[in-house]
Every structure is written in structure tokens, then in C-alpha cells.
């Protein structure tokens, strides 16, 4: 597993060379924004089973189907399992986000799990619907561009000093792209 | 690599939770000792050959007999190879100070180092002489800010240590 700053230390020793100042100035630009990292990082796992939550009812809604018998969220067994699932894969983003690096999704959470969902007979096609509704959401918490019309009851926003994170808000829905692309 | 997320990380996934508030501090607490060892990173690898160069000239000069037929440095292939590894030192010790810690040293300069020189029957007091002379060479403000100056040397007395 890597972060920002052993990404870029193992990519000069491939090179045998120093960590020099065009990867410095970069890393300076990951301490500079660390307490909006931070925050990001917060805003996902203070909302966690919400976020989790809202995609997998929302996936359902739009796919009633999956909840009659022989849909994959059919009986409270597989719908719990769909509900960890969802769970799974947000911890695994909240830890790239807080790293600035992909490698620990890549290699915990992502491989294999399509392998995996096409053993079990998940269907991907939900599965990545359910993870677009999560990278709606949570991108929404980390840049608090959430209103009370797309929150509903449960509208929350989270409480930052205001500022431009429109990177780190990229950053996290790249994550969510990764897993989407994983899967489907 | 160890580093004080992955590490934040790895116990979180073995727990299976979120990052904590706890985990959260304590990345916020790399981030603030961040400024000092990136800039102590930086100016390494900016002087990186001369300061090589330096440290290796320092320990010929302590013992000139590392010179003679027989012993490590009998030829320049040998001598040019002991450069090149106290290079390799200092890069482990430039990747130390970006990840806040001594996974670089510990993973690929430590390990194993003791039983590659005894069976290449090279000795470690030259290298340990070496690294003290940078180490005490090295001063504030005139190489780094003085934060900057205490990471730095932290990890030589690190190698130092090691191979003493």
C-alpha cells in the first residue's frame, strides 16, 4: 500500500534518484490542502451509512425487481450483504482519499471483485449504480453543494470553513470512478 | 511502504473501520512536521553529489589505508563503488524525510546490509565515519532551516546506529 508520499519515493527508486523538487512541490500542495483532506475524509465517514444507505434503497427504486423473489436484494440476507458491500467499498475510498492515493482500493477492495460479483451472480450493472449514487452523495458532502431539495429528511451539511476543494472533490469522484470502471 | 498513513490505514482495515477522529489527528500531525523534512528533502537532493562526495572523501582521508592492495578500496572500481553506496544512503535517507519515516531505510538499506558486508568482508566503520562527518558538517541556517537540519540528521544517526 502507498500514499502521496511514498508514491512518489518509490517511483524515484525506480529511477535511482532523489525525491527531487518537482515531486517536493507536489507533495507541499498535498500538506498545504491537509486539513481540507482531512475534512473530506470526515465528511464521508461522519455520513457513511447514510450515503450507504441512500444508494442502495435509491438502486432499488430505480430496480424494483431486485427486491421479488430472485432479485439479488430479495430476501433481508442479501440485502444486508448489498448494504456491507456498500459500506466496503466507501471505507476503501475514505482510505485513498486520506492517502492521495489509489493503491490501497486497487489492491484490497478492486481486485478481483468483479470476478467475485460474476461468481455470485451480483449484477454489475446495479452495483455500479449503486456506487454513482454514493460518489453523488459524498462528492456533494465533501464540496457542501448538498441542498435540502436533494437531501430530503435527512439533509445534512457539514460544518467547514468555506473554500475552493473543487480538487479534492475530483479527487474523491475519481475513486468512485475507479470502482465503477472496476466493476461494470 | 511504511508511512504514517499507510500505517493509520492498515489498522483501520484490520479493525474494518472508518478512519477515525484519532486517525484523522494523527495524520494532522505528519502534516505539520510535513514542511521541515520536505524542505530538509529537497536541499539533499539538490546537493545530493557533493554531499557524497564530501562524506567519501572524508573517510578515505580518516583511513588512507582502505587504499591499499587488499583492502576495500584497493582499486578505483572499488573506491567509485563505496561513493555509489554512500549515495544510495543518503537517497534512502532523502525518501525517509518524504514519508516521514524509516520505512525506505529499513525496507532497502538495513536489511540484510550486516550479512552483505560480512560476507563481502567490507568493513562498517568507514561508511559510520562517513555519515558522522556529513552529519557533523551539515549546519544551520547555512544548509537548512534549522527544523529541517534535525530531521536530516535523525536519520543519519539512524544509518549510523545501524551500522555501528
Known amino acids: 500500500m502507498l500514499d502521496a508520499f511514498s508514491r512518489s519515493v518509490v517511483s524515484a527508486d525506480a529511477k535511482t534518484a532523489a525525491v527531487g523538487a518537482g515531486d517536493i512541490a507536489a507533495l507541499r500542495q498535498y500538506v498545504a490542502e491537509g486539513n481540507k483532506r482531512l475534512d473530506a475524509v470526515n465528511a464521508i465517514t461522519s455520513n457513511a451509512s447514510c450515503i450507504v444507505s441512500d444508494a442502495v434503497t435509491g438502486m432499488i427504486c430505480e430496480n424494483t425487481g431486485l427486491i421479488q423473489a430472485g432479485g439479488n436484494c430479495y430476501p433481508n440476507r442479501r440485502m444486508a450483504a448489498c448494504l456491507r458491500d456498500g459500506e466496503i467499498v466507501l471505507r476503501y475510498i475514505s482510505y485513498a482519499l486520506l492517502a492521495g492515493d489509489a493503491s490501497v482500493l486497487d489492491d484490497r477492495c478492486l481486485n478481483g471483485l468483479k470476478e467475485t460479483y460474476i461468481a455470485l ?49 475530483a479527487e474523491a469522484a475519481s475513486y468512485f470512478d475507479r470502482v465503477i470502471s472496476a466493476v461494470a | 511502504m511504511k508511512s504514517v498513513v499507510t500505517t493509520i490505514v492498515t489498522a483501520a482495515d484490520a479493525a ?149
Open chain 1, 121 to 169: 451472480g451480483v449484477p454489475t450493472q446495479s452495483a455500479a449504480r449503486a456506487v454513482a449514487i454514493m460518489k453523488a452523495s459524498a462528492t456533494a458532502h465533501i464540496g457542501e453543494t448538498n441542498t435540502p431539495a436533494n437531501g430530503g429528511s435527512k439533509f445534512r451539511k457539514m460544518e467547514t470553513t468555506q473554500g475552493d476543494c473543487s480538487a479534492l472533490v
Open chain 2, 16 to 164: 474494518g473501520r472508518f478512519p477515525s477522529q484519532n486517525d484523522l489527528e494523527a495524520v494532522q500531525g505528519n502534516i505539520q512536521r510535513a514542511a521541515a523534512r520536505l524542505e530538509a528533502a529537497e536541499k539533499l537532493a539538490a546537493g545530493l553529489d557533493a554531499v557524497t562526495k564530501e562524506a567519501g572523501d572524508a573517510c578515505f582521508n580518516k583511513y588512507p589505508y582502505l587504499k591499499q592492495p587488499g583492502e576495500a578500496g584497493e582499486n578505483q572500481t572499488k573506491v567509485d563503488k563505496c561513493y555509489r553506496d554512500l549515495g544510495h544512503y543518503l537517497r534512502l535517507i532523502n525518501y525517509c524525510l518524504v514519508v516521514g519515516g524509516t520505512g525506505p531505510l529499513d525496507e532497502w538499506g538495513i536489511a540484510g546490509a550486516r550479512e552483505v558486508y560480512r560476507t563481502l568482508g567490507l568493513p562498517t566503520g568507514p561508511y559510520v565515519e562517513a555519515l558522522t562527518y556529513t552529519r557533523d558538517r551539515a549546519c544551520a541556517p547555512r544548509d537548512m532551516s534549522p527544523q529541517a537540519l534535525n530531521e536530516f540528521k535523525s536519520y543519519l544517526d539512524y544509518v549510523i546506529n545501524a551500522l555501528s
